[in-house]
């Protein structure tokens, strides 16, 4: 028997984020799946609402991310998805180059889409947009200290001006006057913008009621692009509309058992402050990332150092440094180098964790979670409990034996998120 069509699918561009959306999603009554890539033909996935295929195409070369979004949105399709959404960052992390706008036009043209409506505002977690200007609590993006991303710094709050810079069609507005009227205004406000020219529209949105109005609207169009916001907004239009299913946030099966440990490759000053506030409880090895490239055997070192430990409880191994510091090792190695020392390095100390019998994972980083899930060969993810906006426990759904992770963006969770993660991971 056939699968049934999904109500939604979603293609997002890095594995955090994919998460964020599918624990989302799940909350506002979606049974959801998160897969990593496409999925194999292979791959048994249990009857869901909802799957985000996971890519990690944030930061590769355009044409590269262009490839794989579309052959996730494709695979989507063919699973019966009259509505894709193609997820970012709510700091809309990108350069002049891309990655957004070039996989927006491709996505759209693949869709028939005449427009997509775009926006990556989540006022849960204090990302709202006003006049197309992005704001971090109560300051433009490019005044907030998630200006200073490492790969994908930005200067611009004016999203407007920096999606023209990346798409090939020009971009419009949908403002607050025009949400705070409602679903038609603002499906009114997109069809001019189309017969215009316009091939998307940065969207206004204050609090999380515009959400559900963009939700509606955007469903009226084959393609949307946003943050975890608006599929906030799209899962409630659907649930409401009668395509949901009541939501449970337990996972199914025995709890897994196995050691547990942490690992941290983030830079963003919360994920600093959660490395400060585990070292009052589990032992914690912060590893030098300069070390990273000099010494050959510093990840051998670290996983001995764990399994000396893992015995007695949870350990941390941290290659976290400030903007500062990281800022210097960039200067002296190339971003690129010491970013990509960094993911090795994580990747295969989170594989020697494992075959030590670490079963329970905590991944701080949007490209270490990545280099993780992609070393250890996970393929797919149910949801089980919220650890912190935007972070649920994930068991794997595939695999010789279960494990239970938990990947996080760098800027997410409160100090406590390590210890927390741990309680909620049996």
Excluded at 110 to 123: H, N, Q
Excluded at 143 to 157: F, I, Q, T, V
Excluded at 355 to 381: I, Y
Aim: glycine share 12%.
């Amino acid at each position: 028997m056939s699968p049934r069509p999904l109500a939604l699918g979603a293609v997002a561009d890095d594995y955090t984020g994919a998460s964020d959306l599918a624990n989302t999603l799940t909350r506002a009554g979606l049974r959801t799946v998160q897969t990593i890539g496409v999925p194999d033909p292979g791959l048994a996935l249990p009857e869901v609402d909802a799957v985000v295929v996971a890519l990690k195409s944030r930061s590769i070369p355009a044409d590269q991310a262009v490839e794989r979004s579309r052959a996730a949105e494709r695979w989507l399709r063919a699973r019966g998805a009259t509505h894709v959404l193609f997820k970012i960052c709510s700091t809309f992390d990108s350069t002049d180059a891309g990655n957004i706008g070039p996989v927006l036009d491709a996505l759209r043209a693949d869709s028939g889409a005449p427009i997509a409506l775009v926006t990556p505002a989540f006022p849960e977690t204090g990302r709202t947009v006003y006049q197309g200007h992005l704001f971090v609590g109560a300051r433009p993006l490019n005044e907030s200290p998630l200006k200073d991303h490492p790969l994908n710094p930005m200067r611009d709050a004016d999203l407007v001006r920096v999606l023209a810079r990346q798409s090939a069609a020009p971009v419009g507005l949908v403002d607050i006057a025009t949400v705070a009227e409602g679903v038609d205004a603002v499906t009114a406000r997109l069809d001019a913008l189309a017969r215009s020219g316009h091939g998307s529209a940065i969207a206004d949105t204050i609090v999380e009621s515009d959400l559900e109005i963009l939700g509606r609207a955007a469903l009226g169009h084959p393609l949307s692009v946003g943050a975890s916001g608006l599929g906030l907004g799209l899962a409630r239009a659907l649930v409401a509309a009668g395509r949901g299913s009541p939501s449970a946030d337990a996972l199914p099966g025995e709890g897994v058992g196995g050691h547990a440990a942490c690992l941290a490759g983030s830079c963003s000053q919360a994920t600093l402050d959660q490395i400060a506030a585990a070292e009052g409880h589990m032992p914690v090895l912060r590893l030098d990332p300069e070390r990273l490239l000099s010494d050959p055997h510093a990840v051998e070192a670290a996983i001995a150092w764990a399994a000396e430990r893992l015995d007695t409880g949870p350990v941390l191994i941290a290659t976290s440094g400030t903007p500062e510091a990281v800022r210097a090792l960039q200067a002296r190695h190339g971003g690129a180098g010491i970013g990509h020392a960094i993911e090795v390095a994580n990747a295969a100390t989170a594989a020697g964790l494992v075959a030590r019998g670490v079963r329970r994972l905590v991944v701080a980083g949007g490209e270490t979670s990545g280099a993780v899930v992609d070393h250890l060969g996970l393929r797919a993810f149910l949801l089980g409990p919220e650890i912190a906006a935007g972070v649920p426990v994930l068991r794997t759904a595939s695999g010789p034996e279960p494990m239970l992770l938990a990947l996080k963006s760098g800027n997410f969770g409160g100090r406590d998120f390590f210890a927390r993660a741990l309680a909620l991971m049996r």
